[in-house]
């Protein structure tokens, strides 16, 4: 994944729109598609979920953590999801909990249900980025 990034706004505590993140690192991972770009993934966790997201989800799900690093190494994020055989469940990308951005790592500022300032203009473009080609 690329090292430049993206501005994101991000509070004094490191943590940023966790709408942002997603969009920021689906447009990054389709960059890096687009151009051929090496990367690292590494399979960190793969466990089964969490007994009330396991009854949400059904039978056969998987929990999966997951860590891309440059190609020289460099922590670039660190996703979850849940997966089912071949399909990744629920919006049918990874969740950025951790994200490189501008040389620093930024975490989720909230959760789903959530609102922050930033939500309206960041959420619209997380759901353009699902449909980037690459």
Not at 64 to 84: C, F, K, P, V, W
Not at 98 to 125: I, K, M, Q, T
Request: net charge positive; aromatic share 8%.
């Amino acid at each position: 994944m690329s090292a430049s990034t993206p501005s994101v706004p991000l509070s004094e505590d490191g943590l940023a729109c966790p709408y942002s993140m997603r969009a920021i690192f689906n447009e990054g991972f389709a960059r890096c598609r687009q151009k051929r770009a090496r990367y690292q993934q590494e399979r960190l966790k793969i466990t089964q979920p969490e007994p009330a997201a396991a009854a949400r989800l059904g039978a056969g799900v998987l929990s999966i953590t997951t860590r891309y690093r440059s190609d020289n190494g460099t922590l670039m994020a660190e996703t979850h999801h849940y997966r089912r055989g071949n399909r990744i469940l629920a919006s049918g990308f990874e969740d950025p909990k951790l994200l490189r951005v501008n040389r620093e790592y930024v975490e989720p500022s909230h959760g789903d249900g959530e609102w922050c300032a930033d939500c309206a203009e960041w959420r619209p473009r997380a759901e353009a980025s699902k449909h980037l080609p690459g």
